[in-house]
């Protein structure tokens, strides 16, 4: 089995855009599945509709009509003067909408299939801190089984394009129901930030479950999108791997969006 995992993981680092017909119904004698595999698009289109309002066990969550979200290539609604700090809230919004029609996951004949899938967006705030999280949304591709899903701020460290794995705050943004294709929660109370690079990483999924958020991998924001996969039958697992590598593009990034104020 080894090498057949070694030559997936090649194929992921490299954007694999279809399953490996190799990969599908090989011995499986250690008892775990070998249908799956990483995928970087499938077969959907990705269009995105309005969700069905939901509520969940995070501190506060709503569910927003995408169209309403009017994501432009990003970075701020007002002009920043950047000695003096946010003169009000801005937006961080590193993709277009029309461009999120993919995004990385596990899955077995073009299907996904349950996994830990860890979603990374790294920012570059617009002005210095101290500064504050109040509300972040996301486009979503699948959420199978209904997973739960949690936000993880980080540092980032733009000069090697990756987070710092030094957590600084926690968020639990409970399920996610199947119907969504946009989430945005309120965060009461914000996160505070003494830092003006930071990384948002939001994890879902696992054993029965899986969220895949969409990609951009067409626009031109600046930032890093970073993805990791934990499949528990260890036929998909990805380290973590910068967007830009896994499509072979000069710029990757995942739909996600995050409010932002001085305190």
Known sequence: ???RVAHLSVLVLWGC????PGFDGADVSDGASA?????TTGTGTGTTTTGVPTTGPASTTETVDPTAVAPST???STTVDTTTGLPGPVTLRPYELANCVD???CMSGGD???AKV???ECFTAPAPPPLQLTRLGFQIRFAEGEPTARLDV????PGNHAPVLAVLDTRDLGPIPADMTYRSFDLDPPVLLDIQDFCLRITGGGATSTLVLNTDHEGMAPGDGLVAIDDPGDFCDTPLTNLREWYDSPFAHFCLDVDLDSV
């Open 1 to 3: 089995m080894r090498p």
């Open 118 to 120: 860890e979603a990374v």
């Open 154 to 157: 980080l540092p980032y460290d």
């Open 112 to 114: 996904p299939v349950s």
């Open 74 to 76: 990003t970075t701020t």
């Open 35 to 39: 249908s799956t595999t990483p995928a």
């Open 103 to 105: 995004g990385p996951f």
């Open 17 to 20: 855009l279809r399953p490996n």
